[in-house]
Each structure stands twice: as structure tokens, then as C-alpha cells.
């Protein structure tokens, strides 16, 4: 059976704006983005992204590692997120997406975010996500 599976993640959303514009305010690399709403009509708007994300892990997970590990490398920045945030009119939030084993004989991951993190997301205004799923159907 599969193991658990989890990522963490940073990511800016929005509507009309280009995340090739807040790669080059930041000075950061994204690991993805959507410009999908850089070309809406403000009829229909479509949301942007920038995401700046762990790799996916496998087996035993450490919640607190995998955001301490974003937040460390956004940490020298925070002051240009909150200015592009407000600039561009960005929700910033932290994610947490966990893929769950069905497995009995595996423990679910602990979630929760050290005080840095938590420090962090108050200084940024960010929001938390956490998002679970079954590695299968029952």
C-alpha cells in the first residue's frame, strides 16, 4: 500500500496580475505558477499563482521541517511580500497538502507549525491551508 505523501508550499493569489512580474519584484524563483488571470477579462476573472513548494515526500513526515524550510528561505523577503501583496492586491497563505495512507500499520503526520512559522505568517498576513486526501478510495 502507498505511504504518506505530503508537500509544503507558499503561494501568492490573485486576479489580473503576472507571476513573472512578482518573480522579478521578489527576486525569488517560483517552483510553479499560473498566469491564467494575467489574461481574464474582468468579466470572467481567472486566478493567478506563484508557488514556491517543497518537493514531495514520501514515508515519515514532518510537517513542522517542511514549512520551517519554506519560511527560511522566505524569511530575508517579507517585507517585499507584504509590499507586492498589497501592490497587487495578492492573498498570501502557507499550505500543507498531505496525501494519507490507508495503511493501518502507518501513523498519520502531526500538523503544526513552529513559532518562526507562526511569527511569519503574522508578519505577512498569510493564511494556512491544509489539505488532505486518501491515497485510495474505501
Not at 82 to 88: G, I
Not at 115 to 124: G, N, V
Request: proline share 4%; aromatic share 8%; hydrophobic share 40%.
Amino acid at each position: 500500500m502507498a505511504s504518506n505523501k505530503g508537500r509544503a508550499y507558499f503561494a501568492l493569489l490573485g486576479y489580473h496580475f503576472n507571476p513573472d512580474d512578482i518573480t522579478r519584484l521578489l527576486g525569488i524563483e517560483p517552483t510553479s505558477v499560473n498566469a491564467a488571470g494575467a489574461y481574464s477579462s474582468l468579466e470572467k476573472p481567472v486566478i493567478s499563482s506563484w508557488e514556491l513548494s517543497t518537493e514531495t515526500i514520501a514515508g515519515e513526515l514532518d510537517v513542522f521541517a517542511l514549512t520551517d524550510s519554506i519560511v527560511k528561505q522566505l524569511e530575508p523577503i517579507k517585507e517585499k511580500i507584504v509590499e507586492v501583496c498589497k501592490s497587487h492586491n495578492l492573498s498570501p497563505r502557507l499550505g500543507v497538502t498531505l496525501t494519507l495512507s490507508i495503511d493501518k500499520g502507518e501513523s498519520s503526520p502531526e500538523v503544526g507549525f513552529g513559532a518562526r512559522t507562526i511569527r511569519f505568517l503574522a508578519d505577512t498576513g498569510s493564511f494556512i491551508e491544509v489539505e488532505n486526501k486518501l491515497s485510495e478510495r474505501i
